[in-house]
């Protein structure tokens, strides 16, 4: 087994130790849908420490049976400071496996570690309203199986309806780069979300 795939999976392993022992600290589940996918997503609070807020999540995102992708991974966020209130940056770390055709029939088999994060704004005016942006990448060193790369970006506008509610309109594009044909989009486009706290 080559070194950047023991690495690799070495880093997952770890990150599913750390989830299992999250999962009794249930957070927050989060569903959003459009004409063509569904995902959900789960979100569990690990705590607080001088580093910011680590936030562990899991989650599904079905489009047809050939299409599908399962992701895991941590996030640590916190807000910039007083110099720009509102202002909060998360950066994070996450394992993806799925299968993906693109415009191709045959599915591919694909797995990634990506690197990313997300940057959210709420106005001071409008605490409720908030303005969220994401992105994650694994080059080829750390991405298995037909693909040779990954990537997801994604916006959404939210809006708090309630202390434990969120509501929010979002786009995402999801692809691979596949070694034996052209880049595959796993999803993208609009979708609308809910987001409940407990």
Known sequence: MSLRRTVALSLLAV????????????DTIDINLRDTSAQLQYKSS???????????????????KNNMLGDFGLLVKDEVGSGA???????????????????NPAASNASALALGG??????????RLGIVGQV???????TFGDADRYVETGARVEFEVIPQAVVYLGYRRIGFGLKARPYAILDEGV????????
Do not use: C, Q, W
């Not at 607080?48 to 989650?59: S, Y």
């Not at 994650?136 to 750390?142: E, F, M, R």
């Not at 979708?191 to 407990?198: A, P, T, V």
């Open 85 to 103: 209130p509102g202002l909060s940056i998360g950066v994070g770390i996450k394992g993806v496996v799925a299968k993906v055709t693109g415009n």
């Open 46 to 64: 690990m705590g607080r420490d001088a580093l910011g807020k680590t936030e562990f999540h899991m989650g599904v995102l079905y489009v047809n």
């Open 136 to 142: 994650y990448l694994s080059p080829n060193i750390v």
């Open 15 to 26: 990150s599913t130790t750390v989830a299992f022992s999250a999962l009794a600290l249930a």
């Open 191 to 198: 979708n609308f979300g809910l987001r409940i706290s407990f």
């Open 118 to 127: 997300l940057v959210r704004y709420s106005p001071p005016a409008a605490s």
